[in-house]
């Protein structure tokens, strides 16, 4: 698998943020297979690397890679440009036309500003997606295509879906995978960089000396909010290297290129700050099975030491460790003859073969919760976790409770009286 170091150095990407790299990760990671991805982020950001790193590593790489900007394509010409037309199909079709899909079949096409397609062609899109078929204007011969699609938007979807501009089913269709591009704004430590790198850039291109900051233009670049993105201080930092005759930038000259207190336009039309954050959803899960994981492990290693305890017909040890065994297992009440309780016996990750009777230094007890726990804030508790993640796993098997159970790792019966237990 290819480097991120190596991908940036291809695709001249530069930036070490943190959401920038896992974008990047998970582009590499789904560049070999046939997945559909969906790029979601700010204009500007440099969404359009995306689809090209995916096709340069997959197997369609000797293949055609189109990209269309689908909002730049007018409404009444645009399934016509997707899908083709038939001669004499409307008023100008003087020849048969082979559309993007067909014309791409094979490799990948890129569909930028998603977002923007009417209804009537979203319809059409999510019958190659489901299919692989389409049929041109004014045909009625149904054709075969093979490509991967990659869809990116700066649009925020859900609301889209809400206010009834783009179907729900095709969302669900392209997101297959996310990949979340951050904003400028949140990638203060990487402006110097880019800056940088733009200002060589045109120094090459123009022939002239490279532009320098100041102490003071860095933290004012740092502070701008960027609603142009990368876009924006591209095209900043070439007015400047063809206008400006002195190559040392200071904050009073920037301000003249960038003035102060200026309104975003684009932010309430793009991704909001919590819908960007969503990005990092999948990763909470799976901190979430990390956490679910170690849980189980851990009772695995209780009933193992209970085992031993009952196998130890001796008191002394039992009352000389008591403290230790409270600490670990509750607070032992007393002595029982009856069967343990077992600890994992409220726990999602229950142990099927784990209720064999036990003999006469088997406990009876009872949690004690940490006072650490009170301290926390109730988003965090497992037990609110835990109902979480069985929320998910039923919404994403349909409410299947065997899909269900197989997927967190448990019994259906263990399954049946969590959602009994926490009313699911």
Not at 305 to 314: A, C, F, G, P, R
């Amino acid at each position: 698998m290819e480097s991120i170091h190596n991908i940036k150095k291809k695709f001249s990407i530069i930036g070490n943020d943190y959401a920038l790299h896992r974008a990047l990760e998970k582009t590499i990671q789904v560049a070999p297979t046939d997945i559909s991805v969906l790029v979601l982020g700010e204009s500007g950001v440099g969404k359009e690397f995306i689809p090209k790193i995916i096709h340069q590593f997959s197997y369609r790489k000797h293949h055609s890679y189109i990209a269309v900007n689908c909002g730049a394509i007018p409404e009444g010409t645009i399934d016509s440009e997707l899908f083709g037309h038939e001669k004499g199909s409307f008023t100008g079709a003087t020849n048969m036309r082979k559309g993007y899909f067909e014309g791409a079949n094979g490799g990948t096409i890129f569909l930028d500003e998603v977002g923007e397609l009417p209804l009537t062609t979203q319809v059409r899109l999510l019958r190659i997606l489901e299919t692989g078929e389409f049929i041109k204007v004014g045909s009625s011969k149904i054709q075969k295509t093979n490509i991967r699609i990659v869809a990116a938007t700066n649009l925020n979807l859900l609301e889209s879906i809400q206010k009834g501009k783009f179907r729900e089913d095709l969302y669900y269709r392209l997101n297959t995978v996310q990949i979340n591009l951050p904003p400028l704004r949140f990638r203060k430590n990487d402006i110097k960089l880019l800056f940088k790198k733009f200002s060589n850039d045109f120094s090459d291109k123009y022939h002239i000396p490279s532009m320098k900051l100041t102490e003071d233009a860095i933290i004012y670049l740092e502070k701008y909010p960027w609603p142009g993105n990368i876009r924006q201080l591209k095209n900043i930092i070439e007015q400047m290297s063809v206008i400006e005759k002195k190559r040392e930038i200071s904050s009073e000259k920037l301000k003249e290129y960038i003035p102060e207190n200026i309104p975003s336009l684009s932010f309430p039309n793009s991704i909001n700050n919590e819908y960007f954050f969503q990005n990092f959803s999948n990763e909470r899960d799976f901190l979430y099975k990390i956490l679910f994981d170690m849980k189980k492990s851990l009772n695995h290693l209780k009933n193992l030491t209970l085992q031993l305890i009952k196998n130890n017909n001796d008191n002394k040890f039992i009352k000389k460790n008591q403290e230790l065994m409270e600490k670990v297992f509750g607070k032992i009440i007393k002595p029982s003859n009856n069967s343990i309780k077992s600890i994992v016996k409220d726990s999602i990750f229950q142990l099927e073969n784990s209720s064999k009777p036990l003999s006469k230094y088997d406990f009876d007890y009872e949690e004690i919760e940490e006072d650490i726990s009170k301290k926390e804030s109730n988003s965090f508790s497992l037990q609110k976790k835990e109902i979480e993640f069985i929320k998910k796993a039923l919404k994403k098997n349909n409410g299947k409770r065997k899909k269900t159970s197989i997927e967190l790792g448990i019994s259906e019966r263990t399954l049946y009286r969590k959602i009994k237990q926490y009313g699911l």
